[in-house]
Each structure stands twice: as C-alpha cells, then as structure tokens.
C-alpha cells in the first residue's frame, strides 16, 4: 500500500450542530413516512420513556429518521474519501437520534487491505452525543484515495 493511513487512524470528524425539527418534518414528507414520531411534539410526549432506546429526558423532541441518521455518517466519509468511496456500508440503531442534539460522526480504521487493485480501509464508524453516548453504530468499507 501507498497510502500513509494506518490501523487505528481516525477519520476526521462530522459535526451536526443540532438536528432539525424542521428537516424531520420534510424527511417524512419525502419518504411518505406517517409516522408522527418524526414531526408531532405530542405524540412523543405520549411514549413510554426511560427505556434502553428512548431516553428519560425525551420530552416534547421528535425523533430523527433512521436515514438521517445515515447521512451523517456517510457524509463523514464522503468529506474524508470522497463521493464515491463507500464500498460497504452497515449500521445498527441502539438508540435514538432527538431533535435538537448535537452529534458527532466519527470513526476509526480497523485493517487495511488490497482487493481488485483498490486500496480498501476496514472501519468502524458511529454517531456520538456527548451525554448519550454512541448512538448509531457501524462499520463500512472505504476506497482510500
């Protein structure tokens, strides 16, 4: 490899500065999602709280769409590697994403390898909030530049 990555590098960071009510609401329009838990304040002040998911202080806050959640991530990477860099890309959802919270995409290299004549990096990848936690988390294959 020619490349000065190592195992155990980081990825530069990704910085939602506060997730969106607003782009909740397009989102579900978009996606024709009717689930009100992604744009009406009162049906989430209607959920049973303080489960492993959903936290205690959840209030009046919507909840981020799984999508959303993603495209933090992958623009992480797409600011990193470029638009075309992802070749493998998977994520589990332990926990919610809130309207309002700040959250930080981050990620780390795990192995380096060769594969059809591309330079691949093996990584693990997930969205952190300061008081919550890892929030979505992954791992994704990506073409180093």
Same mark, same amino acid.
């Given at each position: 490899?020619?490349? /000065? ?6 990825? #530069?960071?990704?910085?939602? $500065?506060?997730?969106? +009510? ?7 329009? =978009?996606?024709?999602? #009717? /689930? #009100?838990?992604?744009?009406?304040? $009162?049906?989430? +002040?209607?959920? /049973? %709280? ?19 959640? *993603? ?12 638009? $075309?860099? =992802? ?8 926990? %919610? ?5 700040? &959250? ?6 795990? +192995? ?14 997930? *969205? $952190? ?5 890892? *929030? ?5 294959? &990506?073409?180093?530049?």
């Amino acid at each position: 490899m020619s490349n /000065n990555y190592k195992v155990g590098d980081s990825i #530069p960071e990704w910085v939602m $500065e506060s997730v969106s +009510a607003e782009r909740m609401r397009t989102m579900a329009a =978009i996606l024709r999602d #009717p /689930n #009100p838990l992604h744009w009406d304040r $009162e049906a989430v +002040a209607n959920l /049973n %709280v303080g489960s492993a998911t959903l936290p205690a202080s959840l209030g009046k806050r919507t909840i981020n769409q799984g999508p959303l959640g *993603l495209s933090y991530m992958i623009n992480m990477l797409h600011e990193w590697m470029g638009p $075309e860099c =992802i070749k493998r890309f998977y994520m589990t959802f332990p926990q %919610v994403v809130l309207d309002e919270d700040r &959250v930080i995409a981050k990620g780390t290299i795990t +192995a380096l390898r060769e594969e059809n004549n591309l330079q691949l990096a093996d990584c693990d990848i997930w *969205l $952190e909030h300061a008081e919550r936690g890892s *929030l979505l988390i992954g791992k994704a294959t &990506v073409q180093l530049q």
